[in-house]
């Protein structure tokens, strides 16, 4: 309830983000599908990508082990883009069980014809996989499994580096790379100099640093005073470490939760005001 006693819009309701703009980062096409959602919820979306999503200067490797899936337990992926990467090669009728992050990588894998392990919803991030995965495996936990992991070039380490330590095998294939924009949007640069942008989003710790090397002063100056939403804690610690601390986090890793997160802080931000 706000102040003059009218009831304030509830998360995902369509009047959350009502004449907010939102700035957001992240590359296509879940850009437009963000974008898309943000004015279903009222918002003013701001295009801003710090990347665009191409394939890994070399093939084979990524080819050669799709082609072996078989001898594999199971394969990691912890984005979409990774799903999309490996969908584009002929794949083998027998596949391994598919462990995703976050439930929009597992749906677009079951889409495409994947089965995929049961998870708990606390697993948003590669290092809160491996631990899944760990204690799914009971007193073995992952011991002598081997794992087929497609990620981006830039991709984090803690998965790999969690279930090797655990006693498994993992194997590291570049499925694509995050190439650099070359500059933020003309009217994105200029609502964020003018301090009129409300909220940013970023996805990965990759978005945000390719992101925040493109801001001018003025620019940093104007998302200092946005609300900042982070799709995982990893995301937020690559925000404060780039001098953005406090960006909000939600309950779950997908743009919808943090859509919502971001909206209910704005509009806790307007009660106080």
Known sequence: MS?????????????????????????????????????????????????VIAPPQEEAPLRHGLQTLADWDGILFTSVNAVRAVERF??????????????KTAQSLEAAGWRTA??????RDGASLAEAMIAAGGKQGVAGRRYFFPRAEE????????LRQAGAKVELVIAYRAVASHAIPEEAAARLCAGEVDGALFFSPR????????LTPPMRQGLARAVLGALSSAVAA?????????AVVPDRPEAEALLDRVGVRLLEGSAVE
């Open 155 to 162: 991709g984090r380490e803690e998965l790999a580096e969690r």
């Open 90 to 103: 002929p794949l083998p009728d027998v596949k391994p069980l598919a462990y995703a992050v976050g439930g």
């Open 3 to 51: 102040g003059d006693g009218v009831a304030s819009p509830s998360p995902s309701s369509p009047g959350l983000l009502r004449g907010r703009r939102i700035l957001l980062t992240r590359p296509q096409p879940e850009l437009d599908e963000t974008a898309q959602r943000v004015a279903a919820l009222g918002g003013i979306p701001l295009l801003a990508p710090a990347m």
């Open 207 to 214: 978005t945000v640093a390719l992101f925040l090397a493109l």
């Open 118 to 123: 049961p998870l708990p919803p606390g697993v």
């Open 238 to 246: 690559a925000l404060a470490g780039g001098g953005f601390p406090g």
